[in-house]
């Protein structure tokens, strides 16, 4: 069990030893010094293990009250917002990686069974245990509690999720759905004999790490079943990890920035730690250039030249605007979206604002984006205020909030799916 304590209630998301060779900027700051309302025991929560049953039934119902998680999201949603101009705490370090692996620690630790109502972990700790894998009962392994738990943990990028854990999410008929809910690329695939997230990421020109981070059915990259729907995430200019590979090294050799590979690539933590290190488990294919897309001309017939934005969209800047206006999409655009804009880009279903972004056009800030569709408002409720079927500019032209100029491109829109 954990040696973890309770101690006074409240603490900061980031330690002030880190603050003090941080280089935020003063509104992120002060929202960083803010205390959150949890037991300071919880801020341990954030480190990479297995988080498993705390001490006593009593400082677990302590340290997963309910107000704690409610306090933990809203914070994060609080950092999100105010730290925008200033991500990194550190260099290759985000803010909000601190906050987010105290959340996934936190649900590993408070995940409760679905029927009795106990902690999982406590009810985990009651079965028999063995030496090998393969001897452990299907019965156990396919609980609701053990596969919810490691559910948790392969959806999380900060977890200790690995091909041991991953083989012992293999079986479980709560969790072996065979099709994605919903594909961001609308390109999926059936696996054959034989498939590895390594093999499919070099036939389709993807990257392992997306592809197993966006498929929750997917549970072991090294020996995938026959027959899984697989949703393919969008196609990039690909690397083969080799163990000699340095992260910097490789983004400089790239002419990327070290945050454009992990925003690239979904496993990659915001330390990069998981790159290397024995050989990822997702695999060893990753995105060096910006995922594409399927994009649909409006009918317009277009220009063939390539453009210079650098997701490979058409009249680009690479700086998240565009040099063109094209005519607005059929179907409704977001309240007060400017229609000075060079892509649109069509919400889709599940896929909240920060992954449209990053799956259509990395290069676009989140606080351009809010700027162009005010009716997102907040990087905090701009997931809730994302319409499904509603259209929002993506790229905007340099003088989106002037009045509209005359228009040198052509249609060009995106849809997620």
Known sequence: MSALETRSLGFQAIPQQVLDLSDVGATCLGVLKQTINCEEAVADLGQRQYHGSLESITVTDTVCVFSCKTALTTARGRIEEACTETPDALPMTTVLSFIDSIISGWDETCLKDKTSGEYCNYIIDELDEYDELEDIPKTDLCSYCYGAKLSLMQKSEYSAYDEYYAA??????????????????????????????????????????????????????????????????????????????????????????????????????????????????????????????????????????????????????????SEDIVDTPAGEIGEGTTKNCGVYVQAQEGIGCAKTIVMANPSTPMDLFLQVNPSLETAAKCDSNLNPGMWYCLTPHYSWDYAQPSRRGHTVHGRLG
Request: aromatic share 8%; net charge negative.
């Open 168 to 321: 012992m999410l293999e079986e479980p008929p709560v969790y072996n759905g065979s099709k994605p809910e919903s594909c961001v690329s609308g390109k999926i695939i059936v696996t054959k004999e034989g498939d590895s997230c390594d093999s499919v990421a070099i036939a389709n020109s993807i990257s392992g790490a997306t592809l197993y981070y966006i498929n929750e059915n997917l549970p072991n990259c090294t020996s995938i079943k026959a027959g899984l729907e697989l949703c393919l995430p969008l196609p990039c200019t690909t690397h083969i990890i080799t163990a000699n590979d340095d992260f910097i090294q490789l983004a400089v050799d790239s002419s990327v920035w070290y945050t454009d590979l992990i925003a690239w690539n979904l496993m990659l933590d915001s330390l990069c730690s998981n790159f290397c290190e024995g050989g990822p488990f997702w695999g060893h294919v990753i995105c060096i250039g910006p995922p594409g897309g399927d994009f649909e001309d409006g009918g317009s017939g277009g220009s063939t030249k390539p453009g210079n934005i650098d997701t490979g969209r058409e009249g680009g800047s690479g700086n998240g605007y």
